[in-house]
């Protein structure tokens, strides 16, 4: 599925994209792009997306629980080269109904053990 600019601030995955970004490059997201509500859980503040942004970077894991559609949580990691950029992501989404805290540790390891065998993919 292609990552619409208006959606990465509410998807695991985009939160793995734009933890990646230099702070100017996000800097210059945020001021390109409204943080558009999709949800009443939907992170529209940018200090707090930045502080999350932090953490999704430092852990290279990123969870999202109804941020873009109701219903639906989403894990991502990311795949990155050795210099620090970022290759690919990968992600998940389920039923926020099973996506508890156990599950958010299972899609975790899950995530970066299939990260492990897609590196030998694109090379470290």
């Given at each position: 599925e292609e990552l619409e600019q208006s959606k990465l601030h509410a998807l695991a995955q985009g939160k793995?994209?734009?933890?990646?970004?230099?702070?100017?490059?996000?800097a210059h997201f945020l001021e390109l792009n409204?943080?558009?509500?999709?949800?009443?859980?939907?992170?529209?503040?940018?200090?707090?997306?930045?502080?999350q942004l932090a953490t999704v970077k430092q852990e290279n894991?990123?969870?999202?629980?109804?941020?873009?559609?109701?219903?639906?949580?989403?894990?991502?990691?990311?795949?990155?080269?050795?210099n620090g950029i970022l290759a690919a992501t990968v992600a998940v989404r389920v039923p926020s109904l099973v996506a508890d805290k156990t599950f958010q540790t299972y899609a975790h390891d899950v995530l970066h053990e299939s990260l492990t065998e897609l590196k030998k993919i694109f090379g470290k």
């Open positions: 793995i994209v734009l933890a990646h970004l230099s702070a100017y490059e996000l409204r943080l558009e509500t999709f949800t009443r859980t939907t992170e529209v503040n940018a200090e707090r997306l930045k502080e894991f990123a969870a999202t629980k109804d941020e873009f559609e109701t219903g639906i949580s989403s894990f991502a990691a990311g795949i990155r080269r050795e």
